[in-house]
């Protein structure tokens, strides 16, 4: 499955933003999905997590104010981010669980840029 992050932009602190993550193929099967971000000179971290069964897992610096959902008769990953704030400007990434911590079908990410 391919994945491909859209959605990011420029926005002021405070305004939202949906990402969505498209999938080539179906994600009905696809127990685990998540939202990864990088930002300049950091690692990689995970954002926000959802299994097929709806349970979610957030990142404490983004608990809520984003909100991860899976349209799986769209094949369609999202993220809302309500509340941004200048340390959530990152580059997104969307990628499936293979399981015991290990990530992968990383598509090319979408840039978001808060301004304060």
């Known amino acids: 499955v391919q994945l491909q992050a859209s959605g990011g932009g420029l926005v002021q602190a405070g305004e939202s933003l949906r990402l969505s993550c498209t999938a080539s193929g179906s994600v009905a099967s696809i127990n685990d999905m998540g939202w990864y971000r990088q930002a300049p000179g950091k690692q990689r971290e995970l954002v926000a997590e959802i299994r097929s069964d709806g349970h979610t897992n957030y990142a404490d610096s983004v608990k809520g104010r984003f909100t991860i959902s899976r349209d799986n008769a769209k094949n369609t990953l999202f993220l809302q981010m309500n509340s941004l704030k200048p340390e959530d400007t990152a580059v997104y990434y969307c990628?499936?669980?293979?399981?015991?911590?290990?990530?992968?079908?990383w598509g090319q990410g979408t840039l978001v840029t808060v301004s304060s």
């Open positions: 990628a499936r669980n293979y399981g015991a911590g290990t990530w992968g079908d």
